[in-house]
């Protein structure tokens, strides 16, 4: 008897380039990939559609982005498979992560991330500097981190549903900060209330979690988005999952990868889902860990 080939794949669909805040070239950040053994790369370059700001790509850029792209998938296909993608902001009534807002682009997958939290007086990035989510908690939300997790966890759920995108990105980034600023406790069961609302939203529309490792690569929190808790959750409502770096360069493409293997299994998943051409065309398809 033969023994089934163990299907192998090293993926990563969020990944920065100097088109929006990385700091390397498309064709940098492949040449590594390559070097690091990766069978596939998506480019995930930031979108605030139909806007751009120093961090999110212009609209203006779409087509050359979009074209170099086609250019590198061409070039190195026979080294490694290459997607188009974007990751989308949620910033509501300005923009939401939808698939027809870049319809012309013809993209391979869309992330949808939530930065901003907003309110009537005013919004900030809840993963931006620790002083700008000091500013944010204090003046928005008057020192009550509860109101401003409760907040920032209503808008993910509002992107969900009114949204269309096949990966949410981070999910509970909010807590980048909190080691330093302290302002709730994850083990609170309001807290954990949050988590298991968002994970049902995500489990009705079938959406993707990614794990991801971004935060450990740049130093500012030393576990993935989602937690342990998190993932057990997402888990038990049958949310699946894919293992992405959020690398704004191309040494950190698979930034603590066999970590967040670890924390995948430990929650209770055998599979990932990996988006790839077979001959059906462009599918998810789940790849043991």
Not at 218 to 225: A, G, H
């Amino acid at each position: 008897m033969v023994e089934e080939k163990k299907l192998v794949m090293k993926t990563n669909y969020h990944t920065h380039s100097t088109y929006c805040d990385g700091s390397n070239t498309p064709e940098e950040i492949v040449q590594v990939a390559i070097s690091k053994g990766f069978t596939v790369l998506g480019f995930s370059s930031h979108s605030l559609f139909p806007f751009g700001t120093d961090w999110h790509m212009p609209p203006q850029q779409f087509n050359t982005y979009r074209e170099e792209i086609s250019f590198l998938q061409k070039k190195y296909k026979s080294q490694i498979e290459i997607l188009c993608g974007l990751e989308s902001d949620y910033l509501p009534p300005l923009t939401i992560p939808r698939k027809e807002n870049y319809k012309t682009m013809n993209l391979d997958y869309l992330i949808g991330s939530t930065h901003y939290v907003s309110t009537k007086q005013g919004w900030f990035t809840v993963d931006g500097s620790t002083e700008e989510v000091a500013y944010g908690l204090n003046t928005l939300f008057k020192g009550n981190g509860k109101k401003l997790v409760q907040k920032y966890f209503a808008l993910q759920r509002e992107m969900i549903q009114c949204g269309d995108f096949d990966i949410i990105g981070h999910a509970d980034v909010i807590r980048k900060r909190n080691s330093e600023l302290h302002f709730f406790d994850e083990k609170e069961s309001w807290y954990k209330r949050e988590l298991e609302a968002t994970a049902k939203e995500l489990s009705k529309k079938g959406i993707i979690a990614e794990i991801n490792t971004g935060g450990i690569a740049r130093k500012v929190i030393n576990d993935v988005y989602p937690s342990a808790t998190f993932l057990q959750i997402l888990h038990r409502y049958n949310v699946p999952i894919t293992i992405n770096s959020d690398a704004h360069s191309a040494n950190d493409l698979d930034y603590a990868f066999d970590f967040a293997k670890k924390c995948a299994v430990s929650a209770g998943y055998k599979e990932t889902l990996c988006l790839k051409t077979t001959n059906k065309g462009l599918l998810w398809q789940p790849v043991p860990l």
